[in-house]
Each structure stands twice: as structure tokens, then as C-alpha cells.
């Protein structure tokens, strides 16, 4: 993927092609991770493409759970360290939140 953008890139200005390069890097080494910390899902939107697994990390010093808002999956208690993966499959947007701490919300849109 990112030898691909290289390659898109070359033509550019050298400002414009690293501006390019840095988004895809970042989306790729981002996509797929989702942390807990300081009470928050960080980052709180992700988006992936189909059959992307999303591990999910708790960092905090206290338990959190990921939960799916419909329903389709629940994490144990995560205590520190521990991580949770869903694998998304299907285009969409599907939303989750902490069981623990309601307040704590996240989204992962899937595209095709």
C-alpha cells in the first residue's frame, strides 16, 4: 500500500507527495487499533476497509469493555494491557461505547 502511494506521489511537489505519504502511513499504522485511554477511545473514529480486524487496547489503570451498540459483541472486563479484536466484514458504521462508562463512545466505518 504504501509503495503504491510512492509511486502516485513522485510526480507531486515534494510538499504535496509527503503530505500524501504521511496520511497513508498514518492510516495504515492507525487503522486497525483502536486505544483506551484517559477514559476515551482513541482515536474514537476509525475507518477500515472490509474484512479488517480492529484490535481494541486498554492503557487506563482500571477495567473498560467494548461493547457493540447493537449488540453484536461485548468484550470481557479489559484490565490493563489487554485487548480486545473484532473482525468487520461489512461496509458500514457501526458504533460501540464502554460498558463500564456509557459516556465513552466510538465509531468504526468500514468501507467496501
Known sequence: M??????RAAP?????????????YLAFAEGAKVGIDNFAFTPD???????TTVVFENHDDIPHLVVAADGKYRSKALDTNDQFSVTFDKPGEYAYFCGLHPYMKGKIIVAP
Do not use: H, N
Open 2 to 7: 504504501i509503495a503504491s502511494l510512492a509511486r
Open 12 to 24: 507531486l511537489a515534494p510538499a504535496a507527495a509527503l503530505g500524501l505519504l504521511a496520511q497513508a
Open 45 to 51: 473514529v476509525v475507518t477500515v476497509k472490509s474484512g
